[in-house]
């Protein structure tokens, strides 16, 4: 007869994730991903009677075996440290819960212990890690942002109509917002119409992106030149937001330069 130990003591958080269930679950039975996430030489073995290793970057290791994998929606091992200290390994528990929203994943996390100082003595922790665990699956799933953001910028110059509207479609949803100030719009053909306006109104004018895209976790941070004649006419910064298939879900724009 198996014998289920009983934690009283919980911790429990949970955080949003935009990316889809299958690709979360993936930095759990992957070891190179674990260890991007927890550092240099940790693994995860993620099988029932698998090692879990997490090699922390200040030097300690914490060990354990995992004991359930149901591939995309739930993890669970145990969990303590090789010194003992705090915890000894094995000596509590991690359940890992991903539950598919309309945004991505909901993650809910609950750490089982038998006392709860060591329970008070994690919690900050866990609040670290899993934000980090947010921007590091996010740094995978928007890879791309920087792409999207020069090909946001390029489908303004293009002077056909289908082929601009083409340009913006392979980039933002059907509803994308577009707001700065001349502009409030609500979907694909108004931003391609307004793009087309600008054109006959500006000729000649091409936007630029200047410098770095910043990212996190969706929201994308660029600055831009508008350029006509070899001359820079405008100065600005857009705030992009992308869905989890790193698409544009709306885009804010700020002219000028911070005074």
Not at 75 to 81: H, K, L
Request: with cysteine; proline share 4%.
């Amino acid at each position: 007869m198996t014998v289920i130990e009983l934690y009283p003591h919980l911790l429990e958080r949970s955080v949003t994730i935009q990316a889809n269930p299958r690709i979360v679950f993936g930095f759990f039975t992957d070891s190179e991903r674990w260890a991007r996430w927890w550092g240099q030489g940790s693994l995860i073995d993620a099988r029932p009677g698998g090692r879990m290793l997490i090699c922390y970057p200040n030097g300690p290791k914490a060990s354990g075996e995992v004991l359930e994998v149901r591939a995309p929606e739930r993890i669970a091992f145990t969990y303590g440290y090789e010194s003992g200290i705090p915890i000894a390994s094995g000596r509590s528990r991690v359940t890992i819960r991903l539950e598919a929203i309309e945004v991505g994943t909901r993650l809910h996390l609950v750490h089982e212990f038998f006392e709860p100082e060591v329970r008070d003595q994690h919690i900050a922790g866990w609040r670290f890690q899993l934000s980090v665990f947010c921007n590091l699956v996010a740094d995978e799933v928007f890879a791309s942002a920087s792409a999207v953001v020069d090909a946001w910028f390029q489908a303004w110059a293009i002077p056909d109509d289908q082929e601009r509207m083409r340009a913006f479609e392979k980039i933002a949803v059907a509803q994308v917002r577009f707001n700065d100030r001349f502009s409030a719009l609500e979907s694909l053909s108004e931003l391609s119409a307004h793009a087309g306006a600008a054109q006959r109104f500006m000729p000649g004018v091409q936007l630029r992106r200047d410098g770095v895209v910043r990212h996190c976790q969706g929201s994308v941070l660029v600055n831009w030149n508008a350029v006509g004649g070899g001359n820079s006419l405008a100065s600005g910064t857009n705030l992009f937001m992308l869905d989890q298939a790193c698409r544009i879900l709306s885009v804010v724009g700020f002219s000028g330069s911070p005074g």
